[in-house]
């Protein structure tokens, strides 16, 4: 046998070894629900290699979003099986791929777009069916943020209301990572939006902060209740609403609204129902719509509206228009901190954790 064959075969029995070696993972696993810094265990588990369709992925980056906390604390709609793991988001690099799998290839970033995966985890076996590669130019805080915020808000600004050029939105919690995205999002196709922030020692900071996003204007929760940016006709009276707090705040939003307006709300942060006036349904024919993103995911799974809005976002983000929110990354060993303070959003903006691997 020639040095060079020798050579070639010996390459070719550690790729082998590569491809079938078994690799250990890092996993945040918790067994019950509660306060996730007590009930979260970090754990190792071995992970197989890929068979059929499967793809094993080295995570990259992988947010904490309130509702993965929610669903740790079993104070959310969805109840995972235990033992369950965290996270619904993240991207990855594909280290290996299943002898059915076509379309994608080792190297490749990928994202999963179905819900319920638990990806706080450095690697994972998903079905090559419900990943996303990602075009090169993203990333990795772009990426592993996109399929739950940056879509919550797309959907809920493209299937409510037809909105065009010039047009006004109002939105609450404008300081949030939706609340960001939906800001970018609006300048981008020249809507003008109006974001409500709590009012805080920070506030002119935040205020310059999100309109360099792309925000028409900036108001405190007690300047919403006596702007005359709307009766003055300094905006368009806004044709939707965007509503994450509820309560008082959701009150006062509703109360700018244009004859025929829409309200949508994705989110209850302050645990405070959505109060509606009766004169709003009468006079002014007010709608008042809710929007959950894992529910349209479902709805949606086979529908072209999903690849056609992943594609916009991917051109978005590649051009600049949309960046990932205010965020900090931190170390997977990291994650009592990460899990205590994701919903401390006191500060000057809504901070997303990211953990990195």
Known sequence: MSILLARQTAAAHRGHLRRHMSVVASVLRYAEFGDPAKVIRLEQETVPDPAGGQ???KTLGAPINPADINTVQGKYPVKPPFPAVGGNECVGEVISVGAQVSGLKVGDRVIPFAT???TWRSHALYSAASLMKVPEA?????????TVNPCT?????????PLKAGDTVIQNGANSACGQAIIQLCRAWDVQCVGIVRDRPEFSKLRDYLKN???A?????????????FKDGIFKKPKLALNCVGGKNALEMSRHLDNHGVMVTYGG?????????TAALIFK??????????????QNAESSKRSEMFQELFGLIEKGALKAPAHEMIAFTDYVRAVSSALDIQGFVGKKFIFKF
Do not use: C, N
């Open 213 to 215: 996003l792309g925000a």
């Open 116 to 118: 319920g995966l638990g």
């Open 285 to 298: 024919d007010l709608q008042f719509s809710g929007f959950w993103m894992t529910r349209w995911t479902k």
């Open 153 to 161: 808000g797309y959907r809920i600004l493209k299937d409510f209301v």
């Open 217 to 229: 204007e900036i108001l405190t929760e007690e300047e919403l209740r006596t702007t005359k940016l």
């Open 138 to 146: 993203i990333g990795i805080a772009e990426a592993a943020t996109l």
């Open 55 to 57: 793809v094993l992925i």
């Open 269 to 277: 942060m302050s645990r405070e129902p959505v109060t509606v006036p």
